[in-house]
């Protein structure tokens, strides 16, 4: 037996061994055609520390907790029972062999006995786990949808087979030491598993009990050497690979001091160096069409390594939102594709083309994106699906960086193919000529401190540099543009004014950060908008920056280090926890019941949460507001599912699958909060959207509500008792209604993070007014039920309101009867019917489909403060069941076509229209609007509305730039046509549509009258 060992052994050997090198070989050259990857070198030694603590700890596997157990069982006894495979070829000759110093060393018989146990019942797991999970019964839902089967069958019987073997060995070593009568080593101290299965099913003979080492110690090489045959001949064969390639791939992680690839994206790198636009002009023809990837030898050899490390596991792909929502964009999947392609072209670039076969030609002709008809690598769907979350990157075990590499092929898709979806082309030019992605006039930047009763102060105009005060208030686009987004704003600078921060902004001097951009592909206008914001930042002495948008923070802490600026970057949430935990800001318990038992839940931004690790400061706010329960949904945190709005995905059309905003609604919803959380602007677009959708539908309840964190805040600090007047109970709203309201931009005493009940009567309604600037929460519950008590803490903490709706001092003070929008006034419409309220997060948005179009020769009259939102489906189903005489409530098919107008082509609240008011269920009359009520939609509410107005160009379906509005402006002839393919449409809110004119126009706009 031990001549047959020790030949069978040896020429498999023979064969395995040199395979193996050839294949390593192979495998060097192909990741060596890739391009230069930059700063992979640096800080050796933290590299080398993330290395082991990575592979040894198994962070990264341990995010699956018992499967990433298991598996380290597995891993551990690879690494050790391969040293187990050479003692085999020592055994062959001296079946009692065993290492020196270390052989019978306890310890090591222990760890040998222990994961070889150990392992054998991990692989087993696993096993089951992969049969549990199968895709022929969860189909798409299995994370080993697409992976291949038989290589994953393959190394588990493998694995399976080293962990017993050990065992079985080690069970014939220990029954040779006692057939020697061995008193040292003859113990179940020194065989403690192993020595129980020698008793079992091993003889007593030793001679027998030789030739069963010569055997298994046989069995142990060829199957090692079978393994390395196997993989020799399938270089793509990740799951086994990365047993070998994780280690390096892990040392030349893009981030040195061991970070994941989120956060800031690569840069685009051309001639080994980051694009500079100074030197762009000097390329040749055949440098400009290396921008970005456009062919797979284009990626860099760390993105090569990635594809060739992938073990296709489909961590990434069962948390991917794209894949969730049945889109065809795996990273899984995609990162197999190109390490397949990869391996198939690469090797054939320098070979002859006369000993070409078809299909290798086929191969080097093959387009990196395309579609099947031009059998390209990656479908345009997939490059255009991914909404750069970085859960892909998140979750994977070996480092791979999935969203460079998407990235990447799609800045080569903008720069060098100009092929991407038209939608894009409105926010690339709104960018380069406006500065914002909607191509809204700069001017109105700081049209959002109209209404507030402090001074915002303004970098050039109030201050000279950031060095006179705290902090730079980065309000972003959407903070200045965008209705819902510009409430968040003004709360946090109603909060930072009250906790005596002091803070400036920049006005019309901030452009955009460049994200849309950049997430898009359009390296080029984002290097010109960094560039610019950068020299702002430095001329204005900026250090400290707060930004209430997720993508702002994260590309303004990542990524303007390039263009030399350090900024100390924080969210509004990081920085108001900081003031509540300090005592600046204090958050005052209801006295009434209504918002004891209050349901919060919390939606993690990705660009806050995943690619930043801010989890904390929110759900440290959220948990001091008195009386409310903070729940968390089941996908939360590291794996919270992202709204659909990151990488660029917010402008762009959703036609595949179902709508990413949409299943993460569903997902709040089902936790039973009354409110929905946000930190980011774009969330809060996508998620009031989708709920909108969900109450048309039934599926929620119309008092749900999607708020800024800031907002809640706001509400409770600023919280006041119940009062008079209020007690009638109406629809459920998020904010007040205008004629509650301070200002058409502001927010009142944070009226927003509650609801507030219509007045029943003239005189409630009056009353409502009053106390405007009270917590809408308190407004249920009548004044009659509070003790003397509760009268006076709500002496104390009163406010009045101004002339123009600004809270102030105490509510004694009779309430101004010049205020618009008071029952008073002649009204252009029929007022509302007691009960009705407008909805908050679409109650400028109206559909497109139900607005009334007015003439545009005819001026709109100006919609009662009180008067309900056409197309707002909580409206709609508060109308149905008021006992007033109200206008007939629309039917489903409307109510379900107005809230898919706000969720279906269109992802965010903007339009560079003309102003106009929200449309009402009424018709409007010809007759011209009386004072304008101070409404949150109309930002140009002081222009004048003669009849002699210039017409308004377009409906609300299409997108005019401020600059094709009437009248002159200065940059007319930058302005691109915009088209219909602008998700940007009819369900924008009116604030944001407002064609202001430049200072230097002559003619005022008109409002339209597309609603």
């Known amino acids: ?16 061994i040199p395979l193996t090198v050839m294949a390593v070989r192979s495998m060097l050259q192909i990741i060596r055609a890739g391009k230069p990857a930059p700063n992979r070198m640096g800080n050796p030694a933290r590299r080398t520390a993330t290395m082991f603590i990575e592979t040894f700890g198994h962070t990264r596997m341990i995010q699956n907790r018992i499967v990433g157990i ?50 054998t019942i991990g692989i087993i797991y696993l096993i089951a786990v992969r049969q549990r999970q199968h895709p022929r019964t969860q189909g798409r839902k299995s994370r080993f949808f697409g992976s291949t089967f038989w290589q994953a069958y393959f190394v588990e019987a493998m694995a399976l087979l080293e962990g017993a073997a050990i065992l079985f060995v080690r069970g014939a070593e220990y029954n040779i030491y006692v057939a020697d009568g061995d008193p040292d080593y003859a113990s179940r101290f020194h065989f403690p598993i192993s020595g129980y299965l020698g008793d079992a099913i091993y003889p007593d003979d030793v001679d027998q009990l030789k030739n069963i080492i010569f055997f298994v110690a046989m069995f142990k090489i060829v ?20 047993r070998f390639t994780a280690w390096p791939n892990i040392w030349f992680k893009r981030e040195s001091d061991g970070g994941t690839a989120l956060g800031g994206l690569a840069p685009l790198y051309v001639k080994g160096e980051p694009l500079d636009l100074e030197k762009l002009e000097d390329l040749e023809e ?5 921008l970005g990837v456009g062919k797979v030898e284009d990626f860099s050899w760390k993105g090569i390594l990635d594809f060739t490390t992938c073990t296709e596991c489909g961590r990434c792909q069962s948390q991917c939102p794209a894949w969730n929502t049945e889109k065809p964009l795996s990273p899984k999947l995609l990162m197999m594709g190109l390490r397949d392609h990869a391996y198939a072209k690469i090797p054939l670039l320098d070979a002859d083309p006369d000993t070409l076969t078809e299909a290798q030609k086929a191969e080097l002709e093959r387009p990196l994106i395309g579609d099947e008809d031009l059998f390209g690598v990656i479908d345009p769907d997939v490059l255009w699906s991914c909404t750069n979350c970085g859960a892909c990157v998140q979750q994977c075990p070996v480092d791979i960086e999935h969203v460079d590499h998407i990235d990447n092929m799609r800045r080569y898709q903008v720069l060098v193919e100009s092929n991407f979806p038209t939608e894009l082309n409105n926010i690339f030019k709104g960018l380069e000529r406006k500065g914002n992605p909607w191509g809204m006039n700069p001017r109105d930047r700081i049209k959002w ?51 005596g921060v002091s803070f400036a902004v920049l006005g019309d001097g901030e452009t955009c950060t460049g994200d849309p951009a950049r997430r898009a592909g359009n390296e080029i206008v984002f290097a010109q908008l960094a560039m610019q914001n950068a020299e ?33 970057v924080v969210h509004h949430t990081q920085l108001l926890n900081r003031l509540v935990r300090e005592g600046k800001l204090t958050p005052v318990a ?37 009386g409310a329960t903070f729940t968390e949904m089941p996908r939360n945190s590291e794996r919270s599912f992202c709204c659909g709005a990151g990488g660029a995905r917010m402008w762009m059309e959703e036609n595949i699958g179902s709508r990413i905003n949409v299943n993460r609604t569903e997902e709040a919803v089902a936790t039973g909060a009354d409110q929905i959380a946000v930190g980011c602007p774009f969330c809060r677009v996508m998620l009031s959207d989708g709920l909108t959708l969900k109450q048309s539908e039934g599926a929620a309840r119309e008092e749900v509500e999607v708020l800024d964190v800031a907002q809640m805040l706001l509400t409770a600090v600023k919280r006041v008792p119940a009062m008079a007047g209020a007690g009638a109970a109406g629809a459920t709203e998020a904010e007040p209604d205008t004629a509650d309201r301070a200002d058409d931009a502001t927010i009142s005493d944070a009226e927003e993070a509650a609801p507030l009940a219509d007045a029943h009567s003239a005189e409630g309604r009056a009353d409502a007014e009053a106390v405007a600037g009270q917590s809408t929460e308190e407004l249920d519950s009548p004044a009659d039920e509070g003790t003397e008590a509760d009268h006076e803490a709500a002496a104390a903490h009163n406010v009045d309101v101004d002339d123009k709706g600004a809270a102030h001092g105490t509510p004694d003070a009779p309430a101004d009867t010049t205020a618009p929008a008071t029952d008073d006034e002649p009204e252009p419409e029929p007022a509302p019917e007691p009960g009705d309220t407008t909805e908050p997060e679409t109650e400028s948005v109206p559909a497109a489909d139900d607005a009334p179009e007015a003439p545009a020769e005819e001026s709109t009259p100006e919609p009662d403060a009180d008067e309900p939102v056409e197309g707002d489906a909580r409206e709609e189903e508060a109308e149905e069941v008021t006992d007033s005489a109200a206008d007939a409530p629309a039917d489903a098919s409307e109510k379900e076509k107005a809230a898919w107008a706000n969720v279906g082509p269109v992802n965010t609240d903007l339009t560079p229209d003309a102003p106009a008011p929200a449309a009402t269920e009424a018709e409007p009359e010809s007759e011209p609007a009386p004072e304008p009520a101070e409404d949150s939609a109309d930002d140009s509410a002081d222009e004048p509305t003669d009849e002699d107005d210039e017409p308004a160009t377009e409906s609300s379906g299409e997108i005019v730039d401020v600059a094709d509005a009437p009248g002159p402006d200065p940059v007319d002839e930058d302005v691109a046509e915009l088209s219909d393919a602008n998700p940007s449409g009819a369900d924008l809110s009116s604030s944001a549509t407002g064609a202001v004119p430049d200072e230097d126009s002559e003619a005022p706009e008109k409002p339209s009258g597309s609603g």
């Not at 055949?286 to 290396?290: D, G, M, V």
Request: with cysteine; hydrophobic share 50%.
């Open 286 to 290: 055949e440098e400009f069409s290396q």
């Open 223 to 242: 199957l090692a050497m079978v393994w390395l045959i196997v993989i020799a001949r399938n270089l793509t064969m990740g799951i086994a690979w990365h």
């Open 1 to 16: 037996m031990q001549l047959v060992a020790i030949i069978v052994s040896l020429a498999v050997t023979a064969v395995a």
């Open 70 to 119: 298991m598996h380290w069982f597995v891993y551990a006894a690879f690494i050790l029972l391969s040293t187990a495979v050479l003692q085999a070829y020592f055994q062959l000759f001296d079946p009692e062999f065993v290492w020196p110093l270390i052989g019978h060393f306890f310890l090591y018989e222990w760890a040998a006995e222990g994961l070889g146990l150990l392992s």
């Open 590 to 626: 209801s006295t009434g019941a209504e918002v004891e038992g209050k349901k919060i839940t919390y939606h993690d931004p990705c660009f806050l949460g995943r690619h930043n690790q801010v989890y904390e400061a929110p759900r440290e706010l959220l948990n001091v507001i008195p």
């Open 449 to 499: 401190t109209e209404g507030l009763d402090f001074e915002v102060k303004q970098v050039g105009v109030d201050v000279e540099s950031l060095d006179e005060v705290d902090w730079l208030f980065w309000v972003g686009c959407a903070g200045a543009f965008e209705d819902r987004a510009k409430k968040t704003t003004q709360a946090v600078a109603e909060l930072l004014e009250m906790a």
């Open 536 to 568: 702002v930042f430095k001329e204005t002495k900026v250090k400290k920056v707060v930004s209430t948008c997720a993508h702002c923070f994260n590309t303004l802490k990542n990524e303007y280090a390039d263009y030399g600026v350090e900024l100390e």
